[in-house]
T-cell receptor
Framework: DAGVIQSPRHEVTEMGQEVTLRCKPI?????LFWYRQTMMRGLELLIY????????DSGMPEDRFSAKMPNASFSTLKIQPSEPRDSAVYFC????????????FGEGSWLTVV | DAKTTQPPSMDCAEGRAANLPCNHS???????VYWYRQIHSQGPQYIIH???NNETNEMASLIITEDRKSSTLILPHATLRDTAVYYC???????????FGTGTRLQVTL
């Protein structure tokens, strides 16, 4: 049974370039989450979708970040333009939105902006 | 959601039980206790969760005190592969807003 699939696993890009991270949630799940992890700030929730609709984007750091979920099986997190301080591991997670549910995480996309 | 308090680090000998405590003294009646762990360089991994009763699965056991103000995650026979950061999280209803604290860094040693 496939879990949450993220791509790319690793990306190195130059400052100012556009970065697109991709996520395929677990089939049948109706909630999708993007998290960011850094040494300084730990794991932070960036945005949360339910039934493809953004519910809470209060964690999105600034306008350079945008996330979309065009259908139930795909989501993107875009950074444009990228900056060195965006270097982090970005995790996508998904769940079925019911009480006492479980969120499952992907293996992450390691982003380095130089 | 209620805040949680965990020790920053713990050690455990391989083969012994690892008992990881978590305090959540402000937990309310409809809040679940979730445990996740993160092994270095991997995504957070769900371990177990519970509301009122003790729970057990193939990975661990969760013991919740009667007043629900604290809980303990038990790894019955810790192995080196259990070395990770363990997060205790308290949530209302759905796990929509998993908020990770600093967790407990468990080091399993030979």
């Amino acid at each position: 049974d496939a879990g949450v699939i993220q791509s790319p696993r690793h990306e190195v890009t130059e400052m100012g370039q556009e970065v697109t991270l991709r996520c395929k949630p677990i089939s049948g799940h109706n909630s999708l989450f993007w998290y960011r992890q850094t040494m300084m700030r730990g794991l932070e929730l960036l945005i949360y979708f339910n039934n493809n609709v953004p519910i809470d984007d209060s964690g999105m750091p600034e306008d350079r970040f945008s996330a979309k979920m065009p259908n139930a099986s795909f989501s993107t997190l875009k950074i444009q333009p990228s900056e060195p301080r965006d270097s982090a591991v970005y995790f996508c997670a998904s769940s079925l939105e019911v009480a006492g549910n479980t969120i499952y995480f992907g293996e992450g996309s390691w982003l380095t902006v130089v | 959601d209620a805040k949680t308090t965990q020790p920053p680090s713990m050690d455990c000998a391989e083969g012994r039980a690892a008992n990881l405590p978590c305090n959540h003294s402000t937990i309310s009646g409809n809040e679940y206790v979730y445990w996740y762990r993160q092994i270095h360089s991997q995504g957070p991994q769900y371990i177990i969760h519970g509301l009122k009763n003790n729970e057990t699965n193939e990975m661990a056991s969760l013991i919740i005190t009667e007043d629900r103000k604290s809980s303990t995650l038990i790894l019955p026979h810790a192995t080196l592969r259990d070395t990770a950061v363990y997060y205790c999280i308290v949530l209302t209803g759905t796990a929509s807003k998993l908020t990770f604290g600093t967790g407990t860094r468990l080091q399993v040693t030979l």
